[in-house]
């Protein structure tokens, strides 16, 4: 990313191997979509998703990038060419794992149970994550490696059992906690797990019924 918020790529790339533009064609096809169609679902011009195809623009700001992915139906990940881990990377610490799989965690996959004998709510799961960002910041990085999957286990079981504004604000619960999950895997050297977690935080944090959250998830990302 360059000082003007573009992501800039050596030899064309974006990421990983080959042209932004020739995954974004893929993608594209995939989902059985015109050029049109995808510039009037994602908001950018029917030209800009030209250029890059065309390999005539090799550079795009992250807001265009998520609108693209949105209109794509996909992850950003899935454009910017680094797809993240779905399992255990070789030498990964336990700890490590968990965070991996709470993270990565299928929306489809069953609602984790409640592991602490307390029973769970908005202001106790504030509470978790308020204490989760307070080691982060004083860099207590193993005690949170330890914390951080049960946090995000209990505000996706939020998430799966409130209704109306309850379940609004454990969404925004959730991309906090998400969002939590990308600065500790930047700290841990994972990449890839920190764009992901980010991202799914952005996402959870859009659908919540605070406005502030999602542009500072944002924020992390850039």
């Given at each position: 990313?360059?000082?003007?918020?573009?992501?800039?790529?050596?030899?064309?790339?974006?990421?990983?191997?080959?042209?932004?533009?020739?995954?974004?064609?893929?993608?594209?096809?995939?989902?059985?979509?015109?050029?049109?169609?995808?510039?009037?679902?994602?908001?950018?011009?029917?030209?800009g998703i030209r250029k890059l195809e065309q390999?005539?623009?090799?550079?795009?700001?992250?807001?265009?990038?998520?609108?693209?992915?949105?209109?794509?139906?996909?992850?950003?990940?899935?454009?910017?060419?680094?797809?993240?881990?779905?399992?255990?990377?070789?030498?990964?610490?336990?700890?490590?794992?968990?965070?991996?799989?709470?993270?990565?965690?299928?929306?489809?996959?069953?609602?984790?149970?409640?592991?602490s004998a307390e029973p769970l709510s908005l202001?106790?799961?504030?509470?978790?994550?308020?204490?989760?960002?307070?080691?982060?910041?004083?860099?207590?990085?193993?005690?949170?490696?330890?914390?951080?999957?049960?946090?995000?286990?209990?505000?996706?079981?939020?998430?799966?059992?409130?209704?109306?504004?309850?379940?609004?604000?454990?969404?925004?619960?959730?991309?906090?906690?998400?969002?939590?999950?990308?600065?500790?895997?930047?700290?841990?050297?994972?990449?890839?797990?920190?764009?992901?977690?980010?991202?799914?935080?952005?996402?959870?944090?859009?659908?919540?019924?605070?406005?502030?959250?999602?542009?500072?998830?944002?924020?992390?990302?850039?």
């Amino acid at each position: 990313m360059n000082d003007s918020g573009e992501l800039v790529s050596n030899g064309a790339t974006v990421g990983g191997s080959g042209h932004l533009g020739d995954r974004l064609a893929r993608l594209r096809r995939l989902a059985d979509l015109s050029q049109e169609i995808l510039a009037e679902r994602s908001g950018i011009s029917v030209d800009g998703i030209r250029k890059l195809e065309q390999h005539r623009k090799h550079s795009v700001r992250l807001p265009i990038l998520h609108k693209l992915a949105t209109g794509l139906g996909v992850e950003v990940t899935a454009l910017s060419g680094d797809p993240p881990a779905l399992s255990a990377e070789q030498g990964e610490s336990p700890g490590l794992v968990a965070i991996r799989r709470a993270i990565m965690s299928s929306q489809l996959a069953p609602t984790p149970e409640p592991d602490s004998a307390e029973p769970l709510s908005l202001d106790l799961l504030r509470e978790e994550i308020a204490e989760g960002w307070t080691l982060h910041h004083a860099a207590a990085f193993g005690q949170l490696v330890r914390s951080l999957p049960e946090i995000i286990d209990d505000a996706r079981i939020a998430v799966a059992v409130g209704q109306g504004d309850q379940r609004e604000a454990a969404q925004v619960a959730l991309g906090k906690a998400l969002q939590l999950g990308g600065h500790l895997a930047i700290r841990l050297g994972k990449t890839d797990l920190a764009l992901s977690s980010s991202e799914r935080g952005l996402r959870a944090a859009d659908s919540g019924d605070d406005p502030l959250p999602a542009p500072r998830v944002s924020n992390s990302i850039a």
